[in-house]
T-cell receptor, first 116, second 115 residues
């Protein structure tokens, strides 16, 4: 099955600086890579996702890049703000156009701390 | 539109007891799943379902049963609770895989403690 590795486990950055979280996956058949943000005591919520037919996707201060050859994908947050402090999870799965699917395989998470 | 609703929010069980964690969604999502979240382990898939009457095992299915008799409901049953099942459980759903913009929607979680 799929295996997703996520680094670092903890990341501390100064407010206003950029943060980068990296993930690798093992199954070359995976074609869907979402990122979730989980604030303390709350549910994970999708912040951005990318499919394997594109290499980069941006949404305001957040961007995700994908390197299919190397089986790497990364989350980039620019101009970090205190409300960005949370645990971030990457994930990978295979989406079948016909309907069957595997569940998402998650990385172990990165605790992002924004220092004022 | 309530999204994904989980009950209860908190539960304490004694070893050997059984119980059912409830999950319901009102978005007409075909796909539903259960994850457990443990410190340092991320979210691990327990069971999932791609539609009514169809279920399959995830990464950590032992000790849990599921059924999907309706599109809306996907209960998770603990047959004989063990301390190793102390965890936070999340139910999640999404539209049929392959559909555009089919993100996974999570419930608010159930915090289970087994003593």
């Amino acid at each position: 099955g799929e295996n997703v590795e996520q680094h670092p486990s903890t990341l501390s950055v100064q407010e206003g600086d950029s943060a980068v979280i990296k993930c690798t996956y093992s199954d070359s058949a995976s074609n869907y890579f979402p990122w979730y943000k989980q604030e303390l005591g709350k549910r994970p919520q999708l912040i951005i996702d990318i499919r394997s037919n594109v290499g980069e996707k941006k949404d305001q201060r957040i961007a995700v890049t994908l390197n299919k050859t190397a089986k790497h994908f990364s989350l980039h947050i620019t101009e970090t703000q205190p409300e960005d402090s949370a645990v971030y999870f990457c994930a990978a799965s295979m989406i079948y156009s016909g309907g069957g699917a595997d569940g998402l395989t998650f990385g172990k998470g990165t605790h992002l701390i924004i220092q004022p | 539109n309530a999204g994904v609703t989980q009950t209860p929010k908190f539960q304490v069980l004694k070893t050997g007891q059984s119980m059912t964690l409830q999950c319901a969604q009102d978005m007409n999502h075909e796909y539903m799943s259960w994850y457990r979240q443990d410190p340092g382990m991320g979210l691990r898939l327990i069971h999932y379902s791609v539609g009514a009457g169809i279920t399959d095992q995830g990464e950590v299915p032992n000790g849990y049963n599921v059924s999907r008799s309706t599109t809306e409901d996907f209960p998770l049953r603990l047959l004989s609770a063990a301390p190793s099942q102390t965890s936070v459980y999340f139910c999640a759903s999404r539209r049929k895989p392959g559909a555009r913009n089919s993100p996974l929607h999570f419930g608010n979680g159930t915090r289970l403690t087994v003593t």
